[in-house]
T-cell receptor, first 107, second 112 residues
């Protein structure tokens, strides 16, 4: 069993839909990252959070430390949101990555 | 531009060869991390340096080595290359351990 699990693995949506991607972890963490990887391969850090909730534009990330669970929400999804979303647990000196969620948003 | 510079962007080499990947961290960042992303393994942590010293090791093969120089740039050396080493290699930097990672755009290595 992976230390960081994401669901779903693949997600398709129509433009405008509300998207939720889930991440559960079994290791102790100091914080959790949500990353976005576009088809070209580049990785962008979206959020780093250790408690509560963060919002940036149409993106919202939440974390529940007691339940060892985090969610990434995308409101009013758009085709440009199509990418792989990866959660990564910060465990001491390294990131432990989930397997990623491939999101496709169709117009 | 994220501020983390990786070169080269693409590299094609033959089995048995040795290559060096380079990473310049974002200005002010002392930590450099190397990650490998292959199709069947996802992203895997290889090694971390902090201000010139090795801080943590992950799933890094003995054929691979890295170092961080006084100017804080880092190099990842891959030797005796095998087909299975073909992957995207990412470098990331952070100013403090575990805080605010910034990723480079990666080096795509193809071993033929």
């Amino acid at each position: 069993k992976n230390e960081v699990e994401q669901s779903p693995q693949n997600l398709t949506a129509q433009e405008g839909e509300f998207i939720t991607i889930n991440c559960s972890y079994s290791v102790g963490i100091s914080a959790l990252h949500w990353l976005q990887q576009h088809p070209g391969g580049g990785i962008v850090s979206l959020f780093m959070l250790s408690s509560g909730k963060k919002k940036h534009g149409r993106l919202i990330a939440t974390i529940n430390i007691q339940e060892k669970h985090s969610s990434l929400h995308i409101t009013a999804s758009h085709p440009r949101d199509s990418a792989v979303y990866i959660c990564a647990a910060i465990n001491t000196d390294k990131l432990i990555f989930g397997t990623g969620t491939r999101l496709q948003v169709f117009p | 531009d994220s501020g983390v510079t990786q070169t080269p962007k693409h590299l094609i080499t033959a089995t048995g060869q040795r290559v060096t990947l380079r990473c310049s961290p974002r200005s002010g960042d002392l930590s450099v991390y190397w990650y490998q992303q292959s199709l069947d393994q996802g992203l895997q942590f290889l090694i971390q340096y902090y201000n010139g010293e090795e801080r943590a090791k992950g799933n890094i093969l003995e054929r691979f080595s890295a170092q961080q120089f006084p100017d804080l740039h880092s190099e990842l050396n891959l030797s005796s290359l095998e087909l299975g080493d073909s992957a995207l290699y990412f470098c990331a930097s952070s100013v403090l351990q575990g805080y605010g990672y910034t990723f480079g755009s990666g080096t795509r290595l193809t071993v033929v």
